[in-house]
């Protein structure tokens, strides 16, 4: 079993920047692909991006590359979401996400793990 609680949301003016973070707890956390989605309202959830159980290897939607970053620091069982130029359609509940399984998914179904969210707002 895995626990993931999210943290650092709020509120942030268009064009700021915000960095989430997701401590992982339970059995090899370390091992597990970890991923950040994000639903907004009246929206389905969607993949934003991934991270190998590594660090070495990381995959972003067209939405956020460029201005997101996600990293993980194994010794601290924390995965980070660094997000910059935030823009009001990046206002959203995110969610950190636990795969077992390697490779690149970014169906919400392919997770075996979430935490409970974290809410950003990005005011224009």
């Known amino acids: 079993q895995v626990q993931l609680v999210e943290s650092g949301g709020g509120l942030v003016q268009a064009g700021g920047s915000l960095r989430l973070s997701c401590a992982a707890s339970g059995r090899s956390t370390s091992t597990y692909a970890m991923a950040w989605f994000r639903q907004a309202p009246g929206k389905e959830r969607e993949f934003a991006a991934r991270?190998?159980?590594?660090?070495?290897?990381?995959y972003y939607a067209d939405s956020v590359k460029g201005r997101f970053t996600i990293s993980r620091d194994n010794a601290k069982n924390t995965v980070y979401l660094q997000m910059n130029t935030l823009k009001p359609e990046d206002t959203a509940v995110y969610y950190c996400?636990?795969?077992?399984?390697?490779?690149?998914?970014?169906?919400?179904?392919?997770?075996?793990?979430w935490g409970q969210g974290t809410q950003v707002t990005v005011s224009s």
């Open positions: 996400a636990a795969d077992r399984v390697p490779g690149w998914r970014v169906s919400v179904t392919s997770y075996d793990y």
């Open positions: 991270i190998s159980w590594s660090g070495g290897m990381t």
